[in-house]
């Protein structure tokens, strides 16, 4: 098993194969694939084709209807909501989010709801199709429990990501893809499965107590929210806007992609929003505040020892344009479970890696 | 000095009154008057009537206008910008969250963007004014840099404040009203003044490092951004939503309310959402999922020695309820900020214990 870089295109074209042989349409399959191979070359790794196996699984069972075909179930001015229809959680997100983009062209602002999804993968690529559209965009979704709330002994919430995406004139846009849990799950369970301890402010045990035992995870203890009531209230507000207002299940209605029996819909719930930016400046001119706000950060007085400051979204772009230019070097439980991939789809791994 | 519980009744009496001295109108005098008592009774006594001396001063001065009219700027058909006119923080935060209301009725969802705004209180108040209508209701603004960025020396952005509320049927709305900062820099500034000593979480000195001396507040150091590069991302959020959206001050471009010369306009932006909880479902339905997840909660297994878990607000309504019946307990930097307020005014102080 090679572990040197591989090339973007290549790992998209067996992703987009792979999801072809389990039944998607060309154009379903080239979302999944892009959504995926984009969030590797973000090299955010826990999200990205690392969880391909575990799409085609559900795919194969059922859970996921590969023809399924996303639709407006309901709609108004400035708001939408969409029905999965059980299909490939990018699928879903995509069309939402497109929506969202077409109906804030109209009205300045839109909100569309999502029900009958299941695990989208990286809010953060949702996000930025609004922002290439030249539109602020924000991507949420809820999951199954696995993160506490203060005070509790074992999971209250998903660990509800939320993701925001602001077109930054000649910089690239700003993009924050945050769980509402100290981490996201998928690190806790890779570092059970690379057989590392944790820093004990990710994870409580089954006695409510921090722990550096991922060992248990996902099946015992529960993830800690960031910061507290603050990330806990937070996801409160996601569970609301895609769960509860969607019609979507929530808290222990979700079900769980990777672990629960594959043959059942998850009905997960996102939500997506996007924001006209030139409402009343043109466009142009808030690029240019934006550019000058990105500037000021990078010109900040830094702590000893800090060689530059960050805008959200920018070591992501820069890892993105090496992986364009060299490739993405993949970790090796990537390789594992593409591997598990591969041989579920009957295709050849070592053609990416050619 | 009395310490004894206020009327909530005679403590807005007082503080309508003293913005009328200042030449409010009866309406914005009773508005400014509802959020600041409000916050009192929330028992989130850093944003609440401490701050009148502070806003008399600047209606004395002119940096906030007593005869400004906020107006509507420019909207669409789901989209707003207020212009605040450099009143009072309050007035034009509620005509923004009022419009957005409105609209989100029509439209489904909202946003009204506002600039020439100053400090607003508590952002809860307004994210409950759409609560108390229905709708989910969001309220944020921009402030002054004085949190950290990870890894800089000294503020980036503001500590910059989100709030939602939600609907939730039999029990009081969802309510989370949080700084992006660790905590509120009302919250060092209070320890300061009290010759405390604070967590080293709060706070950054001079070096960047943290420090648990809050003496140098705010002239010195940089409050701690809450969960690291998250807490920084959602400012940065709400710097673009608020600030740069709107047309409004944005970082370094915002004037502070209690520092500043007390002539000149602080700028500050805000940003308000709303959004109907009857998209596709009834009013009723979703009010029963809200009661659904918050009952939940409640009945979720706790850690050891823990004897509730509560959802966003509660503790504030609890407070609220309280406060209504029996009183509000200011503590003593509120008293004395109240005789500041009461001297400006030319009002008695002992009427509001009386």
Excluded at 135 to 149: E, H, Q, R, T
Excluded at 155 to 160: A, E, F, K, L
Aim: hydrophobic fraction near 40%; charge should be neutral.
């Amino acid at each position: 098993m090679s572990t040197r870089p591989v090339a973007f295109e290549s790992l998209h074209r067996f992703t987009r194969e792979a999801f072809r042989r389990f039944g998607l349409s060309e154009t379903d399959a080239t979302t999944g694939a892009d959504v995926l191979v984009t969030t590797d070359a973000w090299g955010v790794f826990t999200h990205g084709t690392k969880a391909l196996a575990g799409y085609l699984r559900r795919l194969k069972l059922g859970g996921l209807r590969p023809q399924g075909r996303p639709h407006i179930a309901a709609q108004g001015g400035a708001w939408a909501t969409v029905d999965g229809d059980s299909s490939l959680g990018m699928i879903p997100s995509v069309f939402a989010m497109k929506t969202a983009v077409t109906k804030a062209k109209e009205q300045g602002v839109a909100y569309v709801g999502v029900r009958n999804s299941c695990h989208f993968g990286a809010a953060g690529y949702y996000a930025w199709l609004a922002a290439r559209e030249g539109l602020i965009g924000l991507a949420m979704a809820n999951d199954i429990p696995s993160v506490a709330a203060p005070g509790s002994r074992g999971p209250i919430t998903g660990s509800n990501p939320i993701s925001y995406a602001v077109p930054a004139g000649r910089h690239p846009p700003l993009l924050l893809d945050m769980s509402t849990a100290t981490v996201a799950g998928g690190k806790v369970y890779t570092a059970r499965t690379r057989g590392e301890r944790i820093p004990d402010t990710w994870l409580l045990g089954a006695d409510g107590k921090p722990t550096t035992d991922p060992s248990g995870y996902p099946d015992v203890g529960a993830l800690q929210p960031a910061a507290g009531h603050k990330g806990y209230g937070i996801s409160l507000l996601i569970e609301t806007l895609s769960g509860i207002l969607t019609g979507a299940g929530f808290t222990w209605q979700v079900g769980s992609w990777m672990w629960d029996e594959g043959r059942k819909p998850t009905n997960h719930g996102a939500a997506f929003l996007a924001i006209k930016t030139d409402l009343v400046m043109p466009a142009a001119e808030f690029a240019q505040r934006m550019e000058a706000l990105v500037d000021e950060i990078h010109a900040a007085p830094r702590a000893a020892a800090v060689e530059r400051l960050y805008v959200p979204g920018e070591m992501e772009w820069e890892r993105h344009a090496h992986a364009i230019k060299h490739g993405i070097a993949l970790p090796d439980d990537v390789v594992v479970n593409l591997k598990k991939a591969a041989e579920l789809a009957g295709l050849d791994l070592n053609t990416v890696f050619a």
